[in-house]
């Protein structure tokens, strides 16, 4: 998809860090592509907008999803796991963004059919980089399935 695209894409970020979460929002906000990004805070909420249950129950489909792997109540994991099982979700792609350096996450996170997995770096500057780069790859050079 180009920035020139009529409808705006719809990111779901799963991430319960506050401070990387609205860090997140405003280098995506401030990219190339118009963008509509949907913050929940924890794998269960995760899981009910997703399968659009709860308070959630008139949510869109998400395009693309930002999951941090340290999740409260149901971690990434298992998020991602209950996401490429399911027959209309498995086609989202999934960006696990984490503070996880172990060699073990990798593994499990690409066994699991993650698209990618990226490190989220220390400071604010890297930080907003590594968002963009995800942006410029994900929504301007790779093509979505339709949600």
Same mark, same amino acid.
């Given at each position: ?74 971690? +990434? ?10 027959? &209309?979700?498995?086609?989202?792609? *999934? /960006?696990? =963004?984490? !503070? ?22 220390? +400071? ?10 995800? &942006?410029?790859?994900?929504?301007? *050079? /790779?093509? =979505?399935? !339709?949600?």
């Amino acid at each position: 998809m180009t920035s020139d695209t009529a409808e705006a894409i719809e990111i779901l970020l799963v991430e319960d860090d506050a401070g990387d979460a609205e860090r997140t929002m405003a280098a995506l906000h401030d990219g190339k592509v118009r963008n509509r990004v949907v913050w929940v805070e924890d794998g269960e909420q995760a899981l009910q907008y997703l399968y659009r249950t709860g308070t959630f129950s008139r949510a869109s489909r998400p395009d693309l999803i930002l999951l941090d792997w340290w999740l409260p109540r149901i971690n +990434g994991s298992e998020v991602l796991d209950r996401i490429k099982k399911h027959p &209309e979700l498995k086609r989202i792609p *999934v /960006v696990i =963004l984490t !503070a996880s350096t172990q060699d073990k996450d990798v593994i499990e996170a690409y066994n699991k059919h993650a698209n990618c997995f990226i490190l989220k770096p220390v +400071g604010v500057d890297a930080f907003l980089n590594v968002v963009r780069t995800i &942006e410029d790859f994900w929504l301007t *050079v /790779v093509k =979505l399935p !339709a949600a």
